[in-house]
């Protein structure tokens, strides 16, 4: 079992920043890739980003490659996400997730296994 919690979240403006970070409990941060995951209101929950256990591969959507750095941080449990230049339709309840994935990034939802709560991020124009 890995609980995850999500901080971080905020209202900021157009091209501001916001540093996104997830906490992990329980099991082994470091077998696990972890990614990070988005919902719009309305809206289905779609892949940001993710990275491997090792930190050695990141993959990014397209929609904030160029804005958007993840980072973890496996003697601390944690890993971060950067967001520069946030744009309004940025605006989303972000998600952290854990999954054990062996070989290759994991994109989709049912890749991962275990979810944090959520956080809110709100980007006014």
């Known amino acids: 079992q890995v609980q995850l919690v999500e901080s971080g979240g905020g209202l900021v403006q157009a091209g501001g920043s916001l540093r996104l970070s997830c906490a992990a409990s329980?099991?082994?941060?470091?077998?696990?890739?972890m990614g990070w995951f988005r919902q719009a209101p309305g809206k289905e929950r779609e892949f940001v980003v993710a990275?491997?256990?090792?930190?050695?591969?990141?993959r990014y959507a397209d929609s904030i490659k160029g804005r958007f750095t993840i980072s973890r941080d496996n003697a601390k449990n944690t890993v971060s996400l950067q967001m520069n230049s946030l744009k309004p339709e940025d605006t989303a309840v972000y998600y952290c997730?854990?999954?054990?994935?062996?070989?290759?990034?994991?994109?989709?939802?049912?890749?991962?296994?275990?979810w944090g709560q959520g956080t809110q991020v709100t980007v006014s124009s």
């Open positions: 329980g099991r082994t941060f470091s077998d696990y890739a």
């Open positions: 990275i491997m256990w090792s930190g050695g591969s990141t």
């Open positions: 997730a854990a999954g054990f994935i062996v070989g290759r990034i994991g994109i989709r939802e049912n890749d991962y296994y275990y």
